[in-house]
């Protein structure tokens, strides 16, 4: 039986040559993406900036509903097919999109080398990336063996495949799938297909590719228990993220925990952040996470 770790955990994402959390505050984080900077909304940013004097190549205003809504205000040039940035091996192209990022989630770094950290030494892993979006974790897993790559937006699933060929990984062994997660996981169940991984990112709300309806409080419960049919004792890990909801990290260990419950290993969860370049150090919230190892 896994056993569940109470105590929160910090995954600390600490920038890289193509991005800094620069300084943060009064609802806003100033950050460095490659020659570009960008000025976007963080509630959770409720201290006060270090500097006063933030110039940046465009800022996102967002619109008066907390659920979306908003525009880019630029005062500088920015191209708008997207510019390339890379972690590691991993070259992407990162663009502003009409929902406030930039077609990736640098905090997602410490989770990435997590991931490897947990598949290394296992020789042509089988690893499951659901709500895979422009397939930056789907490359840096695909060091490790064949990834199937999920996500209901076709412009995303492209955005992947030409991720890959940017990188030079567009030959190595990808499914890239365009499906409704739910339904997808639901039909691997049945074919009996199992994995040595799962990430999973699932949005608040969303819609699959023919109109299925995804709200996290209603629909996760069912596909994590449907994930946890595709583990075995022999797995290494099942990684989830949860972002904008207010809900604790405990709450989704919980539902690992009971999902996982004839699995050996560990459970997991606390926070991502980001850490702040000089100036202390502060960090940053961004998500919650649980985790499974084993």
Known sequence: M??????????????????????????????????????RPEPQAMWTPRTSDWSA?????????????????FDRPV???????????VRFTASCTPFRHLGFFPDMAPVWDWMGERLAGKPDAQ??????????????????GPVTHV????????????NAQLSGM??????????DAAKF??????????YDGIILDPPKFGRGPDGEV????????????????????????????????????????????EALKDLPGTIEHGDLCIREQGGGGRHLPTAIFARWKS
């Open 2 to 39: 896994a056993d569940l770790d109470l105590q929160p955990k910090l995954m600390v994402g600490e920038g890289w040559a193509d991005f800094a959390l620069l300084d943060s505050g009064h609802g806003r984080k100033l950050e460095q993406y490659g020659p570009h900077r960008f000025i």
């Open 57 to 73: 190549d465009a800022e996102f205003v967002p619109g008066s509903d907390e659920d979306g809504g908003g525009r880019w205000q």
């Open 79 to 89: 191209p708008r097919e997207g510019w390339e940035l890379g972690w590691n091996d």
């Open 127 to 144: 690893t499951l990336n659901l709500f895979g979006y422009t397939g930056v974790g789907t490359l840096a897993l695909s060091d490790y």
């Open 151 to 162: 996500d209901a937006s076709k412009k995303s699933v492209a955005q992947a495949r030409a």
């Open 170 to 179: 567009a030959e190595r062994p990808v499914r890239w799938i365009i499906d």
């Open 185 to 194: 996981t639901a039909r691997e169940v049945r074919r009996g297909r199992r």
């Open 214 to 257: 995804w709200r996290l409080e209603e629909s996760l419960p069912g596909l994590i228990a449907d994930c946890a049919q595709l583990l075995d004792a022999d797995s290494r890990f099942l990684f989830l993220t949860v972002y904008a909801v207010r809900m604790s990290s405990l709450a989704i260990a919980g539902l690992l925990a």
